[in-house]
């Protein structure tokens, strides 16, 4: 029996990171901390505060710390309680307790595509979340709530797009729209995974939260390998495009933080560490001295 409410997220981790080398060499990408959590936690988080509390991870060799980080540390925990950080134990629990965590690997790294048809077994004929760990959406700016809504309210599945600079638009899969009476829903009349500079159809570019329905996995098990020779999450949604109840996309106008390569997780650090109340009043202040102190460096040599 079919059911029409989400309750179910994929996070799909089985990338190798190969951006991060020398850093994710033996450690997992998703592990990378972003302050003082891990970047999949912020991923799991968000899936939690959306009501989705069954968490399918999607993961591949050399993975194990994924699944080690949402599991007991007992030796840590008694030796956070006896020396009494309650603080930290409490952080340690938190990631323990949040979610009934599972997880399958991948196996052959095929693309998108192919790790979310991993997730088919578990899934059943549901619809479902799907969440990638490169994009972090800030707390105060809930997304996932949005497009669950849009998907219980018009059917079928439902995108995140984002506005992006149309000269970057070859970066990203990219949405035909027509609008709808709702000013940040659109309904999806075609889909380009990543096209050539300079031919891209709009700037919406679909950003990685994903509500599925089931109905996208016998399409995943047909689409022919797309861009890289891999099966292309993309291709598949184009094709439900044309049946009914088509595609709908949500545009995100909120804060959020790419972790994708070097330079925007070191933004994504910034902004998120002068945001904490616990960081933010000295943390900001620093920053604003050294930033002051570079202009006036770099002031000093072009005077020389």
């Known amino acids: 029996m079919t059911s029409d409410r989400v309750t179910k997220a994929v996070i799909p981790a089985a990338g190798l990171g190969t951006r991060f080398l020398p850093a994710t060499k033996a450690m997992p990408k998703e592990m990378l901390p972003v302050v003082d959590k891990p970047a999949i936690q912020y991923v799991v988080e968000e899936a939690v505060a959306a009501g989705l ?18 599991d007991r540390a007992t030796e840590l925990e008694y030796l956070l309680e006896t020396k009494g950080d309650i603080d930290r134990l409490a952080a340690v629990h938190h990631s ?38 490169d994009d972090l959406i800030d707390t105060r700016d809930p997304l996932l709530e949005r497009m669950i809504g849009v998907a219980g309210a018009r059917g079928g599945s439902v995108v995140a797009l984002m506005e992006v600079d149309p000269l970057t638009a070859h970066r990203y899969g990219i ?35 994903y509500v599925l329905d089931p109905g996208v996995f016998p399409v995943l098990e047909t689409v022919a390998p797309g861009r ?20 709908h996309g949500v545009i995100f106008r909120g804060r959020r933080y790419d972790t994708g390569d070097r330079l925007d997780y070191l933004k994504a650090v910034v902004q998120l560490a002068v945001d904490r109340s616990d960081l933010g009043p000295d943390f900001e202040p620093w920053l604003e001295e050294f930033i002051a102190a570079r202009a006036e460096l770099r002031s000093g040599r072009v005077g020389a």
């Open 53 to 70: 509390n069954d968490v399918l991870m999607i993961t591949g060799r050399n993975k194990n710390a994924l699944e080690n980080h949402f």
């Open 96 to 133: 323990t307790d949040l979610a009934r965590m599972h997880y399958v690997r991948q196996g052959d790294p095929r693309g998108l595509g192919h790790a979310v048809l991993r997730a088919r077994m578990h899934v059943g004929d549901e619809p479902f979340a799907v969440l990638l760990g």
């Open 175 to 209: 949405a035909t729209v027509v609008r709808t009476r709702d000013d940040d829903v659109v309904r999806i009349t075609g889909l380009v995974e990543k096209p050539p500079l300079g031919t891209a159809p709009s700037n919406l570019a679909i950003i990685g939260r």
């Open 228 to 247: 890289g020779g891999e099966i292309q999450l993309t291709d598949a949604l184009q094709e439900l495009v044309h049946v009914a109840p088509g595609v």
